[in-house]
């Protein structure tokens, strides 16, 4: 069986997801900088929140950082900070324990913390007066071995506690300028500062991102200071993160600030690489500085051609060389110094069998070359990091990097870091959005063609049997391929039988009647270039509902997959894209003296979704067939109205019964 994915991405971004296992806050010795509620917005947002184990009622941030254009790179620190209210003993065990990460770039400095008990108790602790216990860090299937997450207990926190907690964090050295996000927060109280200082001969370029409203609110300021300039961006009084999902739908709510030079005053530091003033200068001058890590020996040369040997056809080569790197090679994350935006020589990847996804692509790039496949780097940017701003060249915006090579075609996009996944089936978590190709003749912003990582269908088959007593026995397949199988996939190769038979039962066992599976498997786990299909054997543990000579049974048996749509002050695009259509065909052998009785048919088409459903009977086969097919696109927030209406007319539709009609009784 083929080793599971490896889901690496590639280390860009400056602010790292913040570990605490109780997240930061905003603190007692910061209160005059950081909003406050006042007594009666506290009361109210007690008495609104009564079952609550902890209120978070305040939060902060700020970010502080110079710009040293001879390491092009950020040196600063960050604070971030919550305040909580400690409503019962569950509570205090989710703040009790707290998280830190101290890497290569990130730095943990210290934290503070602060208690206030309601009969007066006061009590402070330092980062020293805490029992920290650390381990290597780990985020998914990465490890960083240069970078450690530690944890530690808050003591004597009891329920009705107000606690401050604020961590502090240094930078050193990170390319480029970083991106800052403000929104997205917890709490009633929140406001968020970032703050930039760069020497005054710099050009500095500003995207904002985000909905107008938001955006609006951005304080924005510039100070001189001598030779330097200080740029000040800073929101107040932010709202809680509304909770919008439509599956995969875009987080929102949140202002995205990208910052980036476009001219030194003079010329560029060699080091500048991270710098420009299109996609085509920075691209250029990543490539002059990554040039040499592509260089190759005689090893790398004799396994390239030998892997070939007696290949013709571009695609079949290519596939062979992917195939051997990802058999060959495994992730390992070391993001030390340069590492996190430079690629390893592909000379060590290849000598160590181990590299990140730079690595690891830098080793299959160099290969291809050594066999006259022409192949580039691909920067990329993951759909869960959400869009990026593609007007502002800002390299930190990408956080994955693979391979793009030319089969004499369209070319081929290729991810080493997927173990198994064929040449032509791009995850879909790398073609959300535009990806930049670098080329030796400079960068080029373009978009991987949709049928490559578009789901396949979703295909569900039901064969049963209504037995004379009123309980069904049914056979339940799921078949799927591409982009859509590939995710399941990497569900299924992390898990054993077991986990593998319960994953499958909770995805296709009726929760509309009592049921319970007899047996579930797999098929063709371990060839990625096959549909991949889970199967279920299953039977109802009791009988169907009855009326006065009739049954019921459920319009739904296998659950629908949950797309549920929230209308509360909804201001982002709503990403339809990478949602599966569901074909669901029926045969249910009905026994004598059993038939439906008609029923109409459902049609509902808005844009973004066509809902049909049909079912009928042919002698004493039931047959019903349901399609759920969503449109490839992004839709702006205000078509959501008609597109919730329409699944909630579908859902009341559905969630009723088929009416069986008893003819006869007779045994019955």
Same mark, same amino acid.
Not at 285 to 305: C, G, H, M, Q, W
């Given at each position: 069986?083929?080793?599971?994915?490896?889901?690496?991405?590639?280390?860009?971004?400056?602010?790292?997801?913040?570990?605490?296992?109780?997240?930061?806050?905003?603190?007692?010795?910061?209160?005059?900088?950081?909003?406050?509620?006042?007594?009666?917005?506290?009361?109210?947002?007690?008495?609104?929140?009564?079952?609550?184990?902890? /209120?978070?009622?305040?939060?902060?941030?700020?970010?502080?950082?110079?710009?040293?254009?001879?390491? $092009?790179?950020?040196?600063?620190?960050?604070?971030?900070?919550?305040?909580?209210?400690?409503?019962?003993?569950?509570?205090?065990?989710?703040?009790?324990?707290?998280?830190?990460?101290?890497?290569?770039?990130?730095?943990?400095?210290?934290?503070?913390?602060?208690?206030?008990?309601?009969?007066?108790?006061?009590?402070?602790?330092?980062?020293?007066?805490?029992?920290?216990?650390?381990?290597?860090?780990?985020?998914?299937?990465?490890?960083?071995?240069?970078?450690?997450?530690?944890?530690?207990?808050?003591? %004597?926190?009891?329920?009705?506690?107000?606690?401050?907690?604020?961590?502090?964090?240094?930078?050193?050295?990170?390319?480029? /300028?970083?991106?800052?996000?403000?929104?997205?927060?917890?709490?009633?109280?929140?406001?968020?500062?970032?703050?930039?200082?760069?020497?005054?001969?710099?050009?500095?370029?500003?995207?904002?991102?985000?909905?107008?409203?938001?955006?609006?609110?951005?304080?924005?300021?510039?100070?001189?200071?001598?030779?330097?300039?200080?740029?000040?961006?800073?929101?107040?009084? /932010?709202?809680?993160?509304?909770?919008?999902?439509?599956?995969?739908?875009?987080?929102?709510?949140?202002?995205?600030?990208?910052?980036?030079?476009? &001219?030194?005053?003079? @010329?560029?530091?060699?080091?500048?690489?991270?710098?420009?003033?299109?996609?085509?200068?920075?691209?250029?001058?990543?490539?002059?500085?990554?040039?040499?890590?592509?260089?190759?020996?005689?090893?790398?040369?004799?396994?390239?051609?030998?892997?070939?040997?007696?290949?013709?056809?571009?695609?079949?080569?290519?596939?062979?060389?992917?195939?051997?790197?990802?058999?060959?090679?495994?992730?390992? %994350?070391?993001?030390?110094?340069?590492?996190?935006?430079?690629?390893?020589?592909?000379?060590?990847?290849? $000598?160590?069998?181990?590299?990140?996804?730079?690595?690891?692509?830098?080793?299959?790039?160099?290969?291809?070359?050594?066999?006259?496949?022409?192949?580039?780097?691909?920067?990329?940017?993951?759909?869960?990091?959400?869009?990026?701003?593609?007007?502002?060249? =800002?390299?930190?915006?990408? =956080?994955?990097?693979?391979?793009?090579?030319?089969?004499?075609?369209?070319?081929?996009?290729?991810?080493?870091?997927?173990?198994?996944?064929?040449?032509?089936?791009?995850?879909?978590?790398?073609?959300?959005?535009?990806?930049?190709?670098?080329?030796?003749?400079?960068?080029?912003?373009?978009?991987?063609?949709?049928?490559?990582?578009?789901?396949?269908?979703?295909?569900?088959?039901?064969?049963?049997?209504?037995?004379?007593?009123?309980?069904?026995?049914?056979?339940?397949?799921?078949?799927?391929?591409?982009?859509?199988?590939?995710?399941?996939?990497?569900?299924?190769?992390?898990?054993?039988?077991?986990?593998?038979?319960?994953?499958?039962?909770?995805?296709?066992?009726?929760?509309?009647? &009592?049921?319970?599976?007899?047996?579930?498997?797999?098929?063709?786990?371990?060839?990625?270039?096959?549909?991949? @299909?889970?199967?279920?054997?299953?039977?109802?543990?009791?009988?169907?509902?009855?009326?006065?000579?009739?049954?019921?049974?459920?319009?739904?048996?296998?659950?629908?997959?949950?797309?549920?749509?929230?209308?509360?002050?909804?201001?982002?695009?709503? $990403?339809?894209?990478?949602?599966?259509?569901?074909?669901?065909?029926?045969?249910?052998?009905?026994?004598?003296?059993? =038939?439906?009785?008609?029923?109409? $048919? /459902?049609?509902? @088409?808005?844009?973004?979704?066509?809902?049909?459903?049909?079912?009928?009977?042919?002698?004493?086969?039931?047959?019903?067939?349901?399609?759920?097919?969503?449109?490839?696109?992004?839709?702006?927030?205000?078509?959501?109205?008609?597109?919730?209406?329409?699944?909630?007319?579908?859902?009341?539709? @559905?969630?009723?019964?088929?009416?069986?009609?008893?003819?006869?009784?007779?045994?019955?």
């Amino acid at each position: 069986m083929p080793r599971p994915p490896r889901l690496a991405f590639l280390i860009l971004t400056l602010i790292a997801p913040f570990i605490c296992m109780a997240p930061s806050s905003s603190a007692v010795w910061a209160k005059d900088d950081n909003p406050r509620m006042t007594s009666e917005q506290l009361d109210a947002f007690a008495r609104a929140h009564p079952d609550a184990s902890v /209120l978070v009622l305040s939060e902060w941030e700020h970010f502080k950082g110079e710009y040293k254009p001879k390491s $092009d790179g950020i040196h600063g620190r960050v604070r971030r900070g919550q305040e909580y209210w400690l409503r019962n003993a569950r509570g205090v065990e989710s703040v009790a324990r707290v998280g830190a990460y101290d890497g290569p770039i990130r730095r943990f400095k210290g934290i503070k913390v602060e208690v206030e008990s309601a009969d007066g108790r006061h009590q402070k602790f330092d980062k020293g007066d805490l029992q920290w216990v650390k381990r290597s860090s780990q985020d998914g299937l990465v490890f960083t071995f240069d970078a450690v997450q530690s944890y530690a207990v808050i003591p %004597g926190l009891r329920a009705g506690d107000r606690v401050w907690i604020e961590q502090e964090y240094e930078y050193k050295g990170v390319h480029g /300028l970083p991106t800052w996000k403000f929104g997205g927060y917890d709490a009633p109280c929140a406001q968020s500062r970032f703050t930039l200082e760069l020497p005054s001969s710099h050009t500095l370029v500003i995207g904002r991102r985000g909905p107008s409203n938001l955006v609006s609110r951005v304080e924005e300021s510039i100070d001189e200071n001598g030779r330097r300039k200080i740029y000040s961006w800073r929101m107040r009084d /932010l709202q809680p993160h509304r909770y919008e999902q439509l599956s995969y739908g875009v987080p929102s709510e949140s202002v995205v600030i990208t910052p980036h030079v476009t &001219s030194f005053g003079k @010329e560029y530091p060699d080091q500048a690489f991270a710098s420009g003033t299109s996609w085509e200068a920075v691209g250029q001058r990543y490539l002059n500085r990554i040039d040499e890590v592509f260089e190759s020996n005689e090893e790398i040369t004799r396994t390239a051609k030998s892997v070939v040997a007696n290949l013709e056809d571009p695609k079949d080569r290519i596939n062979e060389l992917y195939t051997h790197v990802q058999k060959s090679c495994r992730y390992l %994350g070391l993001f030390e110094g340069l590492d996190g935006i430079i690629p390893r020589p592909a000379k060590e990847v290849h $000598d160590s069998g181990y590299g990140d996804c730079k690595g690891l692509s830098t080793l299959l790039i160099t290969m291809l070359r050594e066999v006259d496949i022409e192949a580039f780097p691909v920067l990329v940017r993951t759909r869960s990091a959400g869009p990026y701003d593609a007007s502002i060249p =800002n390299m930190t915006q990408f =956080n994955h990097f693979t391979v793009w090579a030319n089969d004499g075609k369209d070319g081929l996009w290729l991810d080493p870091t997927y173990d198994g996944c064929p040449a032509g089936v791009v995850p879909d978590q790398n073609a959300a959005w535009p990806v930049v190709v670098l080329r030796p003749t400079g960068a080029e912003i373009r978009r991987i063609p949709t049928d490559l990582w578009a789901p396949s269908p979703v295909r569900l088959r039901l064969n049963g049997e209504l037995h004379q007593n009123g309980e069904i026995s049914f056979e339940l397949s799921e078949r799927c391929a591409g982009s859509t199988a590939l995710g399941v996939r990497i569900k299924a190769l992390f898990a054993t039988k077991t986990q593998q038979a319960a994953m499958i039962s909770k995805r296709l066992l009726p929760k509309s009647v &009592s049921a319970q599976a007899i047996s579930a498997s797999v098929v063709s786990l371990d060839d990625w270039r096959a549909d991949i @299909e889970c199967q279920l054997s299953a039977k109802t543990t009791s009988t169907l509902p009855r009326g006065k000579n009739e049954l019921f049974l459920p319009r739904i048996l296998v659950p629908l997959p949950e797309r549920r749509l929230y209308l509360t002050d909804r201001v982002t695009p709503i $990403d339809l894209r990478f949602l599966p259509a569901r074909i669901e065909e029926w045969k249910i052998r009905l026994p004598p003296g059993v =038939n439906l009785r008609p029923v109409e $048919d /459902l049609r509902i @088409e808005v844009q973004g979704l066509t809902w049909t459903r049909r079912a009928w009977q042919e002698e004493n086969v039931l047959h019903l067939s349901r399609e759920i097919v969503w449109s490839h696109e992004i839709l702006p927030p205000e078509q959501l109205i008609p597109l919730v209406e329409a699944l909630d007319r579908a859902h009341e539709a @559905e969630n009723k019964f088929l009416s069986l009609e008893l003819t006869t009784v007779e045994g019955r």
